[in-house]
C-alpha cells in the first residue's frame, strides 16, 4: 500500500486488522507445526523446531512497525513451542526451548528500542512539518501589519492567472499607496509612521473575503486581488471605497495624523495576462490617480494603453537619439519689477527628434529619467547653458532645472558640482530649480545636494511650489533663496480664493527672506495682481516666451531692446 494513498484512520484500521489476521495466523502456525510434529523421527522434528523458531524470529523483525502484531506472535507461538520442547522430555528439545528463549528475548529488547525510535523519528518529522508551516505562515505576513505581504500577493496572483485562465474567468489586481505618508513619518517620527500603517492595515483587512484577499506590499503600499469583480463601475467603486476607508484620520495620542490614498486597478485579461504586466499596469494606473486625480482609484484603459506605447516611443527615440546634436536650449526672461530689468532667464530643454519631431520637455525629461538617462542628459544641458548664457550680460542670471532623480543620485550631484565649477559661469549667477518632490524622495540626500550647491555660491529655487504637499513642512530646512509660485495659481488670481493663496504664498517668501517668483503670467491683470500682491520677480509669455539664445540677446540685450519694461511696469501701477 502507498502510505500518501491513504487516510490516518485507514491506517489504524488497517494495522488493527494486520493485528487480528496475526493472531488469527499465529494460532493457525502453531497447530500446524505442532501437528507435523507427531510425524517423522528426530531429523523431521528437529526441522520442525527450526521452521517454527525461525519463522517466529523473521516474522518479529518485520512487524518492528507494530509491536502489538509482534508479540501477539511471540505470545501464541513460542508459549506453544516452549510448552511442547519441555512436555517432550527430550534434552535436545529443551536445549532449543532454552536457546530460543534467549534469543527471542533479545528480539524484544532490540524491538522495543527500535520501536521507541521509530516513535520519536514520526514525532520529529509532525514537529518539523508544524515549523515548517509556521515558518511559511511567518514568510507570507508583514510582520507590521499583520497581513499577507509581497511574497503572498505574487503567489496569490500565480494561482488567479492559472485558475482564471483555465476556466476563462476575470480577475482585479488593485494597488493602493497612501499620499503624504513619507512627510508623516519624517515629521513625528518612525513611530507614529509604523502606527498609522498598522491602522492603515485594519481598515484594509476589513475588506477582505473569500473573494478578496488584501496585502501589504511594502512601505506605504498596499495590494488587493479580487476574484469575479463585476463590471468596472462595481470594481471602482470598490476600490474608492478603500480609499476613502485609508485616508480617515488616525488619531495617534494627541496628533491626528490625516493621509490621502490614490488606487489603480488592473483588469484580468483586458490589462494582461502575466503577473509583471498586470502589477506594471495597475501602478501606472496609480500614478495616473496620483497625478490627476488624488484619493480615487483608476483603471488601466485603453488610453493609458496608448499614452504607454507613446512613451515606449519617445523612450524608443530617446536611447538612439545623438543628444548633443539634437537638443538645444531656450531661454525665458523673468523680470525685476524693482529694477524694470531682466534679472534672469531659465533655460528651458528642447529635443527635435528626427523620427518625433518636437517632443515636449516634461515627455522627454520622464522617459529620460524612466530609462536612466537623466544623468547624461543634465549634464550635456549643463554645459550647453552656461556656455550660452556666457553672452548675457554679467547681471543677468541663469536658472537652470535640475531633475527629481539628480539630487537624489550622489554620484550624479558630484558632476554637477564639478560641471558648475568649471563652465565658465560665475556660481553666483546659477541658480538651480528643485521641485518638492525632489526633496520628499529622499530628503537628507536633497538636503546634502542642495547644501553643497549653496557652498559654492549657487542659489535654490523651489519650482512648481504649490503643486506638491507638504511644502511648508520642508521650507524652513533648507537653505533655499527663492520660491517660484506655481502657474496654476496664476490662472485663478483674479478669484478671491486664488489672489489670497497668492498672497499667502507671498507673505510667506516675505517672512522667510525668500524672493517670490510669479510663473505663468499671461496677462496685464494677472501681472498688475502679482504686482499688487508684491511680487517682485515675474516669469511668463506676457515678459517673453522662451526663445533661443539669439533672439533673447536680440530682444532684450541689444542696444535698441524691442521690448520696454517701463511702459508695462507704469501700466501696473
Ligand atoms: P517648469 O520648470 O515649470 O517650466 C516652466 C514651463 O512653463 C515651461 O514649459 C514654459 O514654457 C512654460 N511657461 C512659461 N511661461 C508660461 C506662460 O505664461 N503660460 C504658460 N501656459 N506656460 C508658460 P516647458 O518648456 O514645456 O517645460 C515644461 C517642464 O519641463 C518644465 O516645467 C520643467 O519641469 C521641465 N523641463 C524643461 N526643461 C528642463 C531641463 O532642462 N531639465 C529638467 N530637469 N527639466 C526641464
Ligand atoms: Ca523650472
Ligand atoms: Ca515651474
Not at 97 to 102: E, H, L, P, R
Not at 222 to 243: H, K, Q, T
Not at 381 to 406: E, I, T, V
Request: aromatic share 8%; hydrophobic share 45%; net charge negative.
Amino acid at each position: 500500500m502507498r502510505p500518501e494513498t491513504i487516510s490516518e484512520a485507514q491506517a489504524a484500521r488497517q494495522l488493527q486488522r494486520t493485528t487480528v489476521l496475526t493472531a488469527i495466523f499465529s494460532v493457525a502456525f502453531v497447530s500446524w507445526a505442532m501437528a507435523l510434529n507427531g510425524y517423522g523421527g528426530p531429523y523431521e522434528q528437529g526441522h520442525v523446531a527450526i521452521f517454527v523458531a525461525i519463522t517466529v524470529i523473521a516474522c518479529i523483525f518485520c512487524l518492528t512497525h507494530l509491536p502489538a502484531a509482534a508479540f501477539l506472535v511471540m505470545g501464541i507461538v513460542m508459549s506453544v513451542f516452549l510448552f511442547c520442547c519441555v512436555a517432550s522430555g527430550n534434552p535436545v528439545f529443551l536445549a532449543i526451548a532454552v536457546n530460543t528463549t534467549f534469543v527471542t528475548a533479545v528480539m524484544v529488547r532490540v524491538l522495543s528500542n527500535n520501536y521507541r525510535a521509530f516513535v520519536q523519528l514520526v514525532a520529529s518529522q509532525a514537529e518539523a512539518s508544524r515549523l515548517s508551516d509556521e515558518n511559511a505562515r511567518l514568510a507570507h505576513t508583514d510582520g507590521l501589519t499583520g497581513l499577507p505581504n509581497r511574497r503572498y500577493f505574487f503567489q496569490r496572483l500565480d494561482e488567479l492567472i492559472q485558475d482564471s485562465t483555465a476556466n476563462n474567468t476575470r480577475f482585479a489586481l488593485a494597488i493602493f499607496d497612501l499620499d503624504r505618508f513619507k512627510p508623516i513619518n519624517d515629521t513625528y517620527g518612525h513611530n507614529v509612521g509604523d502606527r498609522v500603517l498598522a491602522e492603515t492595515g485594519r481598515r484594509l483587512a476589513a475588506f477582505a473575503s473569500a473573494d478578496v484577499s488584501v496585502t501589504r506590499l511594502g512601505g506605504d503600499e498596499f495590494g488587493v486581488l479580487v476574484r469575479s469583480p463585476g463590471p468596472p463601475d462595481e470594481i471602482v467603486a470598490f476600490c474608492d471605497g478603500i480609499c476613502s476607508a485609508l485616508q480617515k484620520p488616525v488619531l495617534i495620542g494627541d496628533i491626528r495624523v490625516v493621509t490621502g490614498c490614490s488606487g489603480g486597478l488592473a483588469k484580468f485579461p483586458r490589462a494582461g495576462r502575466e503577473a509583471n504586466e498586470l502589477f506594471d499596469r495597475a501602478d501606472y494606473a496609480l500614478y495616473h490617480s496620483k497625478e490627476h486625480r488624488r484619493g480615487v482609484s483608476t483603471l488601466f484603459s485603453q488610453e493609458h494603453e496608448d499614452a504607454i506605447r507613446a512613451e515606449r516611443a519617445v523612450e524608443a527615440a530617446l536611447s538612439t537619439a545623438d543628444l548633443v546634436a539634437e537638443m538645444e536650449m531656450h531661454y525665458q526672461p523673468i523680470l525685476d519689477t524693482a529694477t524694470g530689468e531682466i534679472a534672469l532667464v531659465e533655460g528651458l530643454a528642447r529635443w527635435t527628434s528626427p523620427t518625433l519631431g518636437r517632443v515636449p520637455p516634461n515627455r522627454f525629461i520622464a522617459a529620460a529619467e524612466r530609462c536612466g538617462m537623466i544623468h547624461t542628459m543634465t549634464l550635456l544641458l549643463l554645459r550647453k547653458a552656461p556656455a550660452d548664457c556666457a553672452r548675457l550680460p554679467p547681471a543677468m542670471g541663469l536658472s537652470f532645472n535640475l531633475s527629481a532623480h539628480d539630487l537624489a543620485s550622489p554620484e550624479t550631484m558630484v558632476a554637477i558640482l564639478a560641471a558648475v565649477r568649471t563652465c565658465g559661469l560665475n556660481p553666483r549667477r546659477l541658480t538651480m530649480e528643485l521641485t518638492e518632490t525632489a526633496l520628499m524622495r529622499d530628503f537628507d540626500q536633497a538636503k546634502a545636494s542642495i547644501n553643497a550647491l549653496h557652498a559654492l555660491g549657487v542659489k535654490i529655487a523651489l519650482d512648481d511650489f504649490g503643486t506638491g504637499y507638504s511644502s511648508l513642512g520642508y521650507v524652513h530646512r533648507l537653505p533655499l533663496d527663492k520660491i517660484k509660485i506655481d502657474r496654476s495659481f496664476m490662472t485663478d488670481i483674479d478669484t478671491d480664493r486664488g489672489c489670497s493663496l497668492v498672497s499667502t504664498i507671498l507673505d510667506l517668501c516675505q517672512n522667510l527672506g525668500l524672493d517670490g517668483i510669479a510663473e505663468g503670467v499671461e496677462t496685464v491683470d494677472q501681472f498688475e495682481a502679482a504686482h499688487r500682491h508684491g511680487c517682485r520677480y515675474i516669469q511668463g509669455y506676457i515678459v517673453g516666451k522662451p526663445m533661443p539664445i539669439a533672439d533673447l540677446l536680440q530682444t532684450y540685450c541689444s542696444a535698441s531692446p524691442t521690448k520696454q519694461w517701463p511702459l508695462m511696469l507704469a501700466m501696473a501701477g
